[in-house]
C-alpha cells in the first residue's frame, strides 16, 4: 500500500511539475503576474511529492519488503540498518529517485529563499527547474520504476553488491548529487536570464551562493570518493582517472571556473555572456556526467548500471536540455547588454586567466574521457586513454594555475601593479623556494618533481596568507590593529584564502605519494617485513563472521622504534547471497600518513601474498579538499552572499509587475 | 599454530582472486623490476576495464606482465618493448596513445583551446583599452560626475 501511495504521489509529481512549467513560463510571456506566482507554490507542492515518493521506497527497504523488485535486487533482511537506508541508493532507480529528490529540494528552497529575487527571473529560473524535474521523473516512471512489484514475493533479497556495502556509500552518492543537482539552480538562472533577457551584477550575487554551496558539495563527494576507492578498491591509489571519476571532475572544473567568473560579473560587471555560458556547460556536464554512469556507454570499474535503453532515454534529455540551451544562448546571449571593461594585469584579469586554464584542463577531462568512443564510431580504431595520458595533458594545465595563483589573489581590481604585488608577496615565493631547496637537498636522489610539487603547495599557503595580511596590515599598523582587522575581514575572504590553502595542502599530499614505500611480498606467519620506517610482522590468520558476511582474515601488527603501534587486519569477504570475493584493505593512521595493507593468496607453502605500503602525509590530499570546501561554505556564510541581506541593501522594494 | 592456520587459509581462499603483481613475478635485479613496474603501469590490461595490467587480477595482464619481464631480460629497451607489444596487441593496449594524425585532437585539442582563449582574450582587452582611452567623457557625465563629487574640480584630482 505505501509502496502504490509512493508510485501515486511520483506520477502526480509529474503532473505538478509539467503544471509548474507551463504557467510560470506563459506568466513570463505574457506578463501575467498571477500566473508567474504559481513557480513557487508548484515547486513547494512537487518537493513534498518526491520527498513522500522517497519515504515510500525506504520504508519499503527498512522492511525488507520482498514483493518490491527493487528491494530483492538490492537488500537482504540481514542487512545492517545504514545499508538499509543507503541501500535505497545503491542502485539505478533508487538513485535517480535520489537524484530527483535533491534536484526537487534545491527547487523548494528557491522557492522559499528566492522571494526577494525580480519576479520575472524567479518564475522563469523555477519553471526551468520544474522542466528538469519533469523529465527527470517522466525518465523514471517510464524507464526505472523503482515501485514495479513482484508476485510471488520471494522470501530473501539478494543483498547489496558488495562493493558497494561500505560507510562509503552511505556518504559518497549524495555528497556528489548535491553537488551535481546543485548545478542545476546555475543552469536555471542562466536560462532565465537569457529568456527574461536581462543579466547584471545583482544575478551573479543572485545566483553564486547556490553555485558555491553545489561547488562545496562536489568537492567533498569527489574527495569521499577518491578515500572510498583508496581504501576499498584495495590497490591504494586515490585517483584512477576513470572515466566516472572524470565525469565528477569536469562538473567540478567548470563549477570552479564559474564561482571565479561571477565574482568578476558582481564586481566589475564583465563576463556576462562567458558566465552564462559557463553555467549552461556546468549542469550540462553534470548530465553528460549522469549519463556515462547510467548508460554504462564507458566500460569502467563504476558500472554497475549497464542497460543501453535508459541510457537513450538519458541521451534523449541530454540532447534536449544541453542542445536547447546552447541554442537559447546561441539566439538570445547576443541581445545581452555586454559590460566591463578591463585590463590584462588586474585582479578580473588574472580571474580570465584562471578561467582560460580551468576550461582548457576541462577540455582534457572531456576529449580524453569521449575520444576513444569517437575515434572507433568514426574510423573502427580502438584506442585506449588512461592515467597516464592526463597526468601528460592535465597537469601542464593546472601546474601554472597554481603558480599564478597567488598573484591574482593579491592582484587589485581594474588595474593591477604586478611589480608591486611581487614585491608584496617576495617574503612568500622566498619561504616557498627555502622549503623546496631544502627538501632537494634532505632527499637528494629521490624524487625529482615532488619537491617541486610541496614547494607549490606552499607557494599556495603562504600566498594565502600574505594576502590576509597585507589586507589588515596596511602601513605602521600595530599588530593587534591587524588582528582585529584580520578578524573583521568580510567571510568571502576569509573563504578564497581557506579555499586557497586547501589546494596547497592537497597538493603537498599528493606530491609526498612520491616517496611511498610499497612492499609485495609473500609471508608466513611470524615473519617479519620493513615498510619504510616501519616493521610489519605477520601473526597469524583467521576467519569470522560478519552480520552478512564470512570474512578470511590476516592479522599484522606495526612495529615503530621496537613498540607496538597498532594492528592491520585486512581480509577477504564473502557476503551472503554472492560469490565473488572482495577484497578489505586495511588501514593505521601514523600522524598524516597511512600504513596500508591487503592481502590475496596464499601459496602451496603456506605463505600469504601480501601487498603493503607506507604512505607518508597521504591524508593531506582529502584534508585538503576539506579545507577547499570549508573556505567554499565561508564564502556562503558571507552577508554580501546572502539574498536577503543583498536585497535589502540593493532593491529599494520593487514595484509590482501588475 | 601456524601451520594450522595458513592451511585452513589456503583452503578457503585458492579460489579467490590474487593481487595484481604477485612475488612470484618480480624480476631479482631492483632496478630492472622497476623499469617492469613503469612499463606495466602504461599498458592496459585488455580485458579489464580501464586498468593498467600493474593494478589487475585478469589472468591476461599476468602474462602481459610476464612478456614484460621477459623482454628486460632479454635486455630489450622500453622503446622495443612497447612496440613489441603493439604489433601484437595493437594501440589499444597503451594507455597513453601515441601522437599522430588520429589522435591530434586528443593530443592538441586542450593547448590549443588554451591558445586560441588566449588569443581571444588579449585581443579583446587591446580592442576595449584603445575604446575606452578614445572615448572621453561627454559634457553631460562631467556634470553628473562633478554633482556626484560634491562640486569639486575633477581637473585637480
Known sequence: MIVELGHYALVLALAVSLIGTALPLWGVKTNDAALMRMAPSASLVLFGLVALSYAALTKAYLDSDF???????????????????????????????????????FSGLLAWFGRGMPQRLFAAVLAVQSSITAAFVLFLLVASNPFTRVAPAPMEGRGLNPLLQDPG????????????????????????????????????????????????????????????????????????????????????????????????????????????????????????????????????????????????????????????????????????????????????????????????????????????????????????????????????????????????????????????????????????????????????????????????????????????????????????????RAVGLPLSIWGSTLAHMGVGVSMIGVACTAWGVEKIVE?????????????????????????????????????????????????????TGRTMPTSEAALLTRGLGQVYASVGDVNPQGQIAARLYWKPWVLFIWIGAVIMALGGFLSVLDRRARIAAAVKARLPRAVPAE | MGRLLAAVLFTLIAAAPALAVRPDEMLKDPQQEQRARALSAELRCLVCQNQSIDDSDAELARDLRLIVRERIKAGDNDRQIITYLVDRYGEFVLLKPRFGWHTLILWAGPFAILLIGGVVVWRQARVKRVAVADAPLSPEEQAALKRALGERDITKM
Open chain 1, 67 to 105: 514483493s518490491v523488485l527493487n528491494v530483492i535486487e538490492n537488500s537482504h533482511s540481514a542487512k545492517p540498518l545504514m545499508y538499509r537506508i543507503s541501500g535505497v541508493w545503491s542502485n539505478h532507480e533508487g538513485s535517480m529517485l535520489l537524484w530527483v529528490l535533491i534536484l526537487a529540494l
Open chain 1, 169 to 484: 556509500l552511505a556518504i559518497h552518492p549524495p555528497l556528489l548529487y548535491v553537488g551535481y543537482v546543485g548545478c542545476s539552480v546555475a543552469f536555471s538562472f542562466a536560462i532565465g536570464a537569457l529568456i527574461t533577457g536581462r543579466i547584471d551584477a545583482a544575478w551573479a550575487r543572485f545566483v553564486r551562493p547556490w553555485t558555491l554551496v553545489a561547488w562545496c558539495f562536489l568537492t567533498l563527494g569527489i574527495a569521499m570518493g577518491s578515500y572510498w576507492a583508496y581504501y576499498e578498491l584495495g590497490w591504494g591509489g586515490w585517483w584512477f582517472w576513470d572515466p566516472v571519476e572524470n565525469a565528477s571532475l569536469m562538473p567540478w572544473l567548470v563549477a570552479t571556473a564559474l564561482i571565479h567568473s561571477t565574482v568578476v560579473m558582481e564586481k566589475r560587471d564583465a563576463l556576462k555572456v562567458w558566465t552564462i555560458l559557463l553555467s549552461i556547460l556546468t549542469f550540462s556536464l553534470s548530465l553528460v556526467g549522469t549519463f556515462l554512469v547510467r548508460s554504462g556507454v564507458l566500460t569502467s570499474v563504476h558500472a554497475f548500471a549497464v542497460d543501453p535503453e535508459r541510457g537513450l532515454f538519458i541521451l534523449g534529455i541530454l540532447i534536449l536540455f544541453i542542445g536547447g540551451s546552447l541554442t537559447l544562448f546561441a539566439w538570445r546571449a547576443p541581445l545581452l547588454k555586454q559590460g566591463g571593461i578591463f585590463a590584462p594585469v588586474s585582479r578580473e584579469g588574472a580571474l580570465v586567466l584562471n578561467n582560460l586554464f580551468l576550461a582548457a584542463a576541462t577540455a582534457a577531462v572531456f576529449i580524453g574521457t569521449l575520444y576513444p568512443l569517437a575515434l572507433e564510431a568514426l574510423t573502427g580504431a580502438k584506442i585506449s586513454v588512461g592515467a597516464p595520458f592526463f597526468d601528460a595533458t592535465f597537469l601542464p594545465l593546472m601546474l601554472p594555475l597554481a603558480f599564478i595563483l597567488p598573484f591574482g589573489q593579491a592582484l587589485a581590481w581594474k588595474r593591477g601593479d604586478l611589480l608591486g604585488v611581487s614585491q608584496r608577496l617576495a617574503t612568500a615565493l622566498g619561504l616557498s623556494i627555502l622549503i623546496t631547496i631544502i627538501i632537494y637537498a634532505a632527499t637528494w636522489g629521490g624524487p625529482v618533481l615532488a619537491p617541486l610539487g610541496i614547494g607549490l603547495g606552499f607557494w599556495l599557503i603562504f600566498g594565502s596568507i600574505a594576502d590576509i595580511g597585507l589586507r589588515a596590515k596596511g602601513h605602521g599598523v600595530a599588530l593587534s590593529v591587524a588582528l582585529r
Open chain 1, 523 to 575: 609471508m608466513k606467519p611470524g615473519e617479519t617485513v620493513q615498510v619504510g620506517r616501519f616493521d610489519v610482522k605477520l601473526e597469524g590468520a583467521g576467519l569470522r563472521n560478519g552480520p552478512d558476511y564470512r570474512e578470511n582474515f590476516a592479522r599484522f601488527i606495526v612495529i615503530d622504534g621496537g613498540r607496538v603501534v597498532g594492528a592491520l587486519e585486512p581480509g577477504k569477504r564473502i557476503f
